[in-house]
């Protein structure tokens, strides 16, 4: 069987299996199926491709895992972690996938089978605003807060972002984050619990969008003079953004 007729068998089965998510592009056989199974209880077709085919490479594998762990699919996890690979597949990347979506079981699933980058994980759960998760890397040893509080920012979680400034960050962290919150509730969140006052020139002048009006607002509130130089470029780039 070629590469090509094996991989198109390959996810045919996955989409037996129950697959939701498949993205296998037919005139591209050099393209590395996505291992996908929603339905953990029928795996058989999958099994039995993987153990009759060595032809699997580590990248298949690898990318196997890390949509599993996307899913929550514990059972397709410990299925693709039974099978001998060409090199070590990368548990840490598949742990920070699951955490970012929030998949408790399968966290603990990689965790209890070598992944052990927990800062990776804080900012992956983080990033989709899993406050349970968070506090589980943290208890396991994460210590990354300004990191995982930049990640934060973006999922527009005040649980999160409470728990993460319960810790001591650096306001070098506060100012990147700043330049991420999607929300005026996110920067006026950020603006209370920032030890000291936030850089608003640095945020106005790197960001675009409908929030630096605000954060021109809330400088102003704050008593922060808005440099005479970045107000022109704001005002340039309004102008330039108009005519286009």
Known sequence: MNEYSLYRQFNEAMSACGSTYSTFVFDDPMRPSEIICTRPTDLEATESLLTENPQFCHCEFQLGLEIAAKKGSCALIELILSKPTDEPIDLNSAMMVACNFGHTDAVNLLCSSGANKYNWGLCGACYGGHLAVAQDMITRGATNFGQALVSACSSNSISVIDL??????????????????????????????????????SAIINRNGSLIDYLIKKASVANVEIDVDVYIRYKLRNICASVI
Do not use: G, R
Not at 186 to 192: A, E, N, R, S, V
């Open 164 to 201: 993460l400034t319960s810790h001591t960050i650096d306001m070098t962290y506060y100012n990147k984050a700043l330049l991420e919150c999607s929300s005026e509730q996110m920067i006026d969140l950020l603006i209370t619990k920032a030890p000291s006052t936030l850089d608003f020139n």
